[in-house]
Nanobody, 128 residues
């Protein structure tokens, strides 16, 4: 299990950028598949981006070209760089972790039930 703490959320105007960070408590961070999810009020939690232990990424169509996921295994930290933000990106953003399996499809990697460990979330608000 991995304990996760997100940070970097805040309020920005449309077109702005934010960089989210997720700090993990274990030194075995590189063994996990990591994901970013978001949930807006009244909506289901949706996958944003994921990266497995080999560095293979999966990105949702809604954010492709705008968001970039990365990880620093030496410092046990996951990042989400968000550019060209729009009001539809407003949500609580969560970091998640699960054992890494190369056979998982991109759809599975962006599915919340795939993950075992979750952070507390960080709020992102984008104004028009």
């Amino acid at each position: 299990q991995v304990r996760l703490v997100e940070s970097g959320g805040g309020s920005v105007q449309a077109g702005g950028s934010l960089r989210l960070s997720c700090a993990a408590s274990r030194y075995a961070f590189s063994r996990f598949c990591m994901g970013w999810f978001r949930q807006a009020p009244g909506k289901e939690r949706e996958g944003v981006a994921a990266m497995d232990s080999d560095g293979v990424t999966s990105v949702a169509d809604s954010v492709k070209g705008r968001f970039t996921i990365s990880r620093d295994n030496a410092n046990n930290t996951l990042y989400l760089q968000m550019n060209s933000l729009n009001p539809e990106d407003t949500a609580m953003y969560y970091c998640a972790a699960t054992r890494s399996f190369s056979w998982m499809t991109p759809s599975q990697r962006l599915s919340a039930p795939t993950y075992n460990d979750w952070g507390q979330g960080t709020q992102v608000t984008v104004s028009s």
